[in-house]
């Protein structure tokens, strides 16, 4: 057994390591940027190639979860979540 998915910490299963990665295997491997590389400037970093090459940046995520985060950190994709949930809380009805 592998490492659970970095994004969604495995609420959404395990990490299908012998399936292709690619949309019709959403839970499948990829490796995912904790600070996205094409934000590197940002994050201090000379270069999106040094970005890309520090292991500390570096996660197992399924797939899906990774094209769900796109370009965004995780404090971004949560925050957004948060927003979400408020808008549509059946609470305030």
């Not at 395990?14 to 990829?30: K, T």
Request: net charge neutral; aromatic share 10%.
């Amino acid at each position: 057994m592998g490492a659970p998915c970095g994004i969604c910490n495995g609420r959404l299963g395990p990490i299908h390591y012998d399936e292709p990665s690619d949309y019709n295997h959403p839970l499948s491997l990829v490796i995912d940027e904790v600070l996205p590389i094409s934000r590197y400037a940002e994050f201090g970093y000379a270069s999106a190639r040094q970005a890309a090459e520090d292991w500390g940046n570096l996660q197992a995520a399924h797939y899906l979860c990774n094209a769900r985060k796109a370009d965004k950190t995780m404090r971004e994709m949560n925050t957004v979540a948060n927003k979400r949930k408020k808008e549509f809380c059946p609470s305030q009805w």
